[in-house]
């Protein structure tokens, strides 16, 4: 059984920065794609980024130039670096791994963009 837990969400100001990991558990063989995703009430879940395991990356435009994302295959994590965060940031981050085509998700994380 595979498990991803996400971590580092939290409340900051608007322009702050925060960076979310996401690691993966259980038995896991052949880790392919792995993303991050968020989601606000009402709304449905959107893509925020994505890192193949060649190391390509695919960004939503409203992140483009302010989050990075990057993944620790030795290590079983994806991280999210997110700066310049705006209040539009603000949304419930989930990771999602992608394990011989079937797809795994965490439960998610906080993210409160504020002042």
């Known amino acids: 059984q595979v498990q991803l837990l996400e971590s580092g969400g939290g409340l900051v100001q608007p322009g702050g920065s925060l960076s979310l990991s996401c690691v993966a558990s259980?038995?896991?063989?052949?880790?392919?794609?792995m993303g991050w995703y968020r989601q606000t009430p009402g709304k449905q879940r959107e893509l925020v980024a994505t890192i193949t395991r060649e190391g390509s990356t695919n960004y939503a435009e409203s992140v483009k130039g302010r989050f990075t994302i990057s993944r620790d295959d030795g290590k079983k994590s994806v991280y999210l670096q997110m700066n310049s965060l705006k209040p539009e940031d603000t949304a419930v981050y989930y990771c999602?791994?992608?394990?011989?085509?079937?797809?795994?998700w965490g439960r998610g994380t906080q993210v409160t963009v504020s002042s």
């Open positions: 999602k791994v992608v394990i011989r085509g079937y797809n795994y």
């Open positions: 259980g038995s896991i063989f052949g880790i392919t794609g």
